[in-house]
Structures are given as structure tokens and as C-alpha cells.
């Protein structure tokens, strides 16, 4: 089975802070794909990131940037200079590439930038 | 423009009448998946479909049905809906597999009373 924890249910922090969100999965694959969606106040969920097991590269695009462990199955998501706009809800998700494809979402990570 | 569309956006219902939520997408995808989000529980996979004719369970399927007689349509099926099947719905397609990124429904909000 695979799990997906979101440790922080609910962060606040304000305007112009760094911030992490935590994800810690748990997999018996040796290959899998690890995702973060944003989901804001307006509802939709939008894809922010893939990384398969084998690429343990960090990713940086503009004030996201992602770190990858396999050594500690985290893979977490930084927002510098966190802006109102980056409040939302978080999901770190993990799935596997054989012949089962179920996708595990973690509970969410609720974020409030304050102005 | 690509997209999935959910029908209907939100809809109110009583135990036991029969309702189905629709789901098309026209990116010709193969992977399409339903879940539920509910406070506090994240979003949980319902069923998921590898292609047409091809589905299985997710991790929360009871009470659910689901077909994929077309590429495009993967319509979720409440034979008879509980209150505790209340909750948001969404659905989401990926390319090939679900190792790919997903593009999500709207999402329907379901009332059972």
C-alpha cells in the first residue's frame, strides 16, 4: 500500500515569508511519480510539478522550488517571498508505474498568506 | 480548448434515488480517474480507468459504479446514494497512465439528504 502524509494541516504566514510544505510518502515501488497540485479558494486543482524516483534533481521554477529525498521519502515545496495569491491548499500526490495505477493524495496542506 | 467537463456542478438528492455524474474530457486521454474531497480526508481516489472497457477500484469504491464504454466519457454511477456519500466530486484524465500530470473536472458538489 501507499500513503502520503501532509504533516501541516494549516500554515499561516505573512506577506514577503519564506514557507515549506512537508510531504513524506511511503511506497514499496521502486518507481514511482510524486506530484504537488494548488488548489485555491476558487476550488480547481492545478498540477504545479512531477518527479519520477529516479530524478532526485531539486526543481526551481520563479518562487517554487521543490526538494526531492529519496533517502528520507520526503518530497518537499518552498515558496520564497510568499505572496497573497500563493494562499491555497496544497496536495502532495504519489503514484506508481505498473500495472495498478492507483494515485494517493495526501490530506492537504491549508495555506493563508497574510497581507 | 482542452478540458474535462463535470455534469451537473452541484445537485441536491434524497437517499436512494439513483443519480449519475458526468465526465468528459477531449484531450483523448487514456488514464480518468474520480475522486472525493472531503475535510480533512485530502481527495481520495474512487475508481480509476486505463482505457475504454478497462477500470478498477480505487481506494474508497463502495457505493459507486463506474463504465468507460468511449475514450472520452468515464460517468460516475450512485446507484443508491447515501448522505455519507455527500461531498465534492471531481474527475481527471491523464495521457498515457497515471504517472503522468492529471487535468481535473470542475468538481460536483453532491447533497444527499
Known amino acids: 500500500a501507499q500513503k502520503v502524509t501532509q504533516a501541516q494541516t494549516e500554515i499561516s504566514v505573512v506577506e514577503k515569508e519564506d514557507v515549506t510544505l512537508d510531504c513524506v510518502y511511503e511506497?514499496?515501488?521502486?518507481?514511482?511519480?510524486l506530484f504537488w497540485y494548488k488548489q485555491p479558494p476558487s476550488g480547481e486543482l492545478v498540477f504545479l510539478i512531477r518527479?519520477?524516483?529516479?530524478?532526485?534533481q531539486n526543481e526551481i521554477s520563479g518562487r517554487y522550488s521543490w526538494n526531492f529525498q529519496k533517502s528520507t521519502s520526503s518530497f518537499n515545496f518552498t515558496i520564497t517571498a510568499s505572496q497573497v495569491v500563493d494562499s491555497a491548499v496544497y496536495f502532495c500526490?504519489?503514484?506508481?508505474?505498473?500495472?495498478?495505477?492507483?494515485?494517493?493524495f495526501g490530506i492537504g496542506t491549508k495555506l493563508q498568506v497574510i497581507p | 480548448e482542452a478540458q474535462v467537463t463535470q455534469n451537473p456542478r452541484y445537485l441536491i438528492t434524497v437517499t436512494g434515488k439513483k443519480l449519475t455524474v458526468t465526465c468528459s474530457q477531449n484531450?483523448?486521454?487514456?488514464?480518468m480517474s474520480w475522486y472525493r474531497q472531503d475535510p480533512g480526508l485530502g481527495l481520495r481516489q474512487i475508481y480509476y480507468?486505463?482505457?475504454?472497457?478497462?477500470?478498477d477500484k480505487g481506494d474508497v469504491p463502495e457505493g459507486y459504479k463506474v463504465s468507460r464504454k468511449e475514450k472520452r466519457n468515464f460517468p460516475l454511477i450512485l446507484e443508491s446514494p447515501s448522505p455519507n456519500q455527500t461531498s465534492l466530486y471531481f474527475c481527471?484524465?491523464?495521457?498515457?497512465?497515471?504517472?503522468?500530470?492529471?487535468?481535473f473536472g470542475p468538481g460536483t458538489r453532491l447533497t444527499v439528504t
Open positions: 481527471a484524465s491523464s495521457g498515457a497512465a497515471a504517472s503522468y500530470e492529471q487535468y
Open positions: 511506497t514499496r515501488d521502486t518507481t514511482y511519480y
Open positions: 518527479r519520477n524516483s529516479f530524478d532526485e
Open positions: 484531450m483523448n486521454h487514456e488514464y
Open positions: 500526490a504519489l503514484t506508481n508505474s505498473g500495472g495498478y495505477q492507483k494515485v494517493t
Open positions: 480507468s486505463m482505457n475504454v472497457e478497462v477500470t
